[in-house]
Nanobody, 119 residues
């Protein structure tokens, strides 16, 4: 069974940094893309960054956040610098995965990790 396991959230002061990790567990054939989304209270889930072929960032994190992947370990990271209170949200990783050669691609989500930026 494929699972995405996140870690690295927490409480940080404005201007601080955090690094989120998301590891894919289970037997898979191939990962096509991995990415990070976030959802603040009362708001819809929004894209933060994606990686896989091309790397994309939401405008509100450009220059502050960096997405990277460890393909050998099926892990994606999100390095978050210069954090602002408005970055407070639950951060979710997702991955576009084909479990077997014969199966169709499917989107999987992590359980979410809370990031709180506050003094």
């Amino acid at each position: 069974q494929v699972q995405l396991v996140e870690s690295g959230g927490g409480l940080v002061q404005p201007g601080g940094s955090l690094r989120l990790s998301c590891a894919v567990s289970g037997s898979i054939f191939r990962i096509y893309t991995m990415g990070w989304y976030r959802q603040a209270p009362g708001k819809e889930r929004e894209l933060v960054a994606t990686s896989g072929g091309t790397t994309t960032y939401a405008d509100f994190v450009k220059g502050r956040f960096t997405i990277s992947t460890d393909n050998a370990n099926n892990t994606v990271y999100l390095q978050m610098n210069s954090l602002k209170p408005e970055d407070t949200a639950v951060y979710y990783c997702n991955a576009n995965i084909r479990v077997t050669y014969w199966s169709s691609n499917k989107i999987y989500w992590g359980q979410g990790t809370q990031v709180t930026v506050s003094s």
